[in-house]
T-cell receptor, first 112, second 114 residues
Framework: KNEVEQSPQNLTAQEGEFITINCSYS?????LHWLQQHPGGGIVSLFM???GKKKHGRLIATINIQEKHSSLHITASHPRDSAVYIC??????????????FGKGTKLSVIP | EPEVTQTPSHQVTQMGQEVILRCVPI?????FYWYRQILGQKVEFLVS????????KSEIFDDQFSVERPDGSNFTLKIRSTKLEDSAMYFC????????????FGPGTRLTVL
């Protein structure tokens, strides 16, 4: 089973700072999801990627398949970015049960 | 923008009772999922559903759980005899075309078993 590790567990930043959240996994994957969980509990999908880099607004997600590592970057952070950011991975087909395995999440607090 | 909806938002039940959690996926989506998140813990996969049958299920999804798509719009999760440890937030999600696609999550149902 894939082990998904996120770092840091908690992150406090000043408004405007550049933020990086990391995700490592132990077994090869077919896709990786970055999700945002709001303080109220709701979950929003930010990115799904299987290679390279994706950008949406101030958010950038990268993945290095060889190193089994992905990063989520937030540029010009804002207090409304405060949330828990979750990494989830999907195994390659045939590599056991085809389901998402989630990390524990990184809690981000952005202070004005 | 289309969204996944879930009802109720909060359900309180007594241990041993049956509960049904309801979800309305996005209308043109074909794949449906249930996840749970025990308070303070990570999200866990329960089951995926496609073409009116279960496509994958986790070890958590034992005989006390079942899913159904009773009509063209609803997707339900039934827990037959609730236990204290079933207390969690349950999220429904849907995607247009399978796992390697963006999943859209509902707001969740908080289940409290007393």
């Amino acid at each position: 089973k894939n082990e998904v590790e996120q770092s840091p567990q908690n992150l406090t930043a000043q408004e405007g700072e550049f933020i990086t959240i990391n995700c490592s996994y132990s077994v090869g994957i077919s896709a990786l999801h970055w999700l945002q969980q709001h303080p109220g509990g709701g979950i929003v999908s930010l990115f799904m990627l299987s290679s390279g880099k994706k950008k949406h607004g101030r958010l950038i997600a990268t993945i290095n398949i060889q190193e089994k590592h992905s990063s989520l970057h937030i540029t010009a952070s804002h207090p409304r970015d405060s949330a828990v950011y979750i990494c989830a991975v999907l195994p390659t087909p045939g590599a056991g049960s085809y389901q998402l395995t989630f990390g524990k999440g990184t809690k981000l607090s952005v202070i004005p | 923008e289309p969204e996944v909806t879930q009802t109720p938002s909060h359900q309180v039940t007594q241990m041993g009772q049956e509960v049904i959690l309801r979800c309305v996926p996005i209308s043109n989506h074909l794949y449906f999922y249930w996840y749970r998140q025990i308070l303070g813990q990570k999200v866990e996969f329960l089951v995926s559903f496609y073409n009116n049958e279960i496509s994958e299920k986790s070890e958590i999804f034992d005989d006390q759980f079942s899913v159904e798509r009773p009509d063209g719009s609803n997707f339900t999760l039934k827990i037959r005899s609730t236990k204290l440890e079933d207390s969690a937030m349950y999220f429904c999600a849907s995607s247009e075309a399978g796992w390697v696609n963006t999943q859209y999550f509902g707001p969740g149902t908080r289940l409290t078993v007393l």
